[in-house]
């Protein structure tokens, strides 16, 4: 549907009725948080027909869209992750080096957009939405689909010690997520912490996939808040059940 996106293979494949991608700096999605906007697609019959956008606050709270939306609806309020089991409706996140991760229940039909900084991150927005999938949709853990997008990486990402801080004390496996960097900082693979906490959800590694790039490494592809400290912009990812399937 877009141009300059990035796809994961094991989210593309066409019998299972989910279209997705990760924005890049290059892709021309755009969205307005708060509202539900069309989305304009040669393939109308086959694709999601609108997007939906929120406000991000670094919280955990999950937006459940389970009613059919319309273009001008709105959505007033904060919320870092968006679920949806209606066809045709995108939800989508916003990033410039957190993480974006989308995920899938091909059986249940349901799919989710999570934005991921290390606040949401280790105040557990990616288990709270994976329970959320499962006690609210009927989903399975052992079924289900994650993609992690482009972000920060392990290679330029340092965090202080109030970041590490409350890493140690959430996430008792946080040396395999952090290597160390200058005095009193550490460089975090925030998409390996995400990965974990998928892994200690029950989710299995093999429906687990990464989009190993960095914002920061990569001016030409992405934006990204560290690097040039201010975004006119933000790169859009997102994921949709398909409107006839
Ligand atoms: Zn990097």
């Not at 249940?108 to 994976?130: D, E, F, L, M, S």
């Not at 997008?149 to 952090?178: I, K, M, T």
């Not at 030409?220 to 006119?232: A, H, I, K, N, Q």
């Amino acid at each position: 549907m877009a141009s300059g996106v990035i796809t994961v293979p094991s989210f593309a494949t066409d019998e299972d009725g989910v279209e997705h991608f990760f924005g890049t700096r290059l892709s021309s999605v755009s969205v307005t948080p708060g509202r539900v906007t069309p989305i304009h697609s040669r393939h109308r019959d086959r694709v999601a027909t609108v997007m939906v956008s929120v406000r991000q606050v670094h919280g955990t709270d999950v937006l459940i869209v389970d009613q059919p939306i319309r273009q001008g609806d709105s959505f007033e309020g904060g919320w870092d992750a968006l679920v949806t089991n209606q066809p045709g409706v995108m939800v989508t996140v916003r990033t410039a080096d957190c993480v974006p991760v989308l995920m899938h229940d091909p059986a249940q039909r349901v799919v989710a957009a999570v934005h991921a900084g290390w606040r949401g991150a280790v105040a557990g927005i990616v288990p709270k939405t994976v329970a959320l999938l499962v006690s609210r949709f009927g989903a399975t853990v052992e079924g289900l689909r994650m993609a992690i997008g482009p972000s920060a990486g392990p290679c330029c990402y340092e965090v202080d010690e109030p970041v590490l801080a409350r890493l140690r004390v959430v996430f008792p496996e946080w040396r395999a997520v952090v290597k160390p960097g200058g005095a009193q900082k550490a460089y975090l693979d925030l998409r390996e912490f995400v990965r974990r906490q998928g892994l200690a959800d029950g989710l299995q590694a093999e429906r687990i996939v990464t989009v190993n790039a960095c914002t920061i490494c990569h001016p030409d592809l992405f934006l990204s808040y560290r690097r040039e400290g201010v975004v006119t912009s933000t790169m859009v990812s997102g994921i949709a059940l398909m409107s006839h399937h």
